[in-house]
């Protein structure tokens, strides 16, 4: 296989991403009630343990799906040009 990245690292990459991607949910998550409780409680939580979102991008996610749907892509490619069938998205 001539492939800049092979099956096994394509799928790995998946993998990574799925992990960024459910961590940053839950960098959203924790935000998000930090916010809810500040607001409903009315107690300000101290700053040091608000969550710090990751990129301060408001297209994070989307930018996830990006890579994700790239990625699936890539392995199509290399399982056609490999005949085997795909195990992504």
């Given amino acids: 296989m001539s492939a800049l990245v092979d099956l096994d690292a394509c799928r790995a990459i998946r993998r990574a991403l799925i992990i960024g991607l459910s961590s940053f949910g839950e960098i959203e998550r924790l935000d998000n009630a930090y916010s809810i409780h500040t607001g409903i409680a009315g107690e300000r939580i101290p700053d040091d343990l608000r969550p710090l ?11 996830f799906a990006e ?13 056609q ?7 992504g998205g």
């Fill in 53 to 63: 979102h990751p990129t301060g991008a408001p297209d994070t996610a989307a930018q």
């Fill in 81 to 87: 040009a490999d005949c085997l069938p795909p195990a």
């Fill in 67 to 79: 890579a994700l749907a790239a990625v699936d892509l890539i392995e199509s490619r290399i399982c």
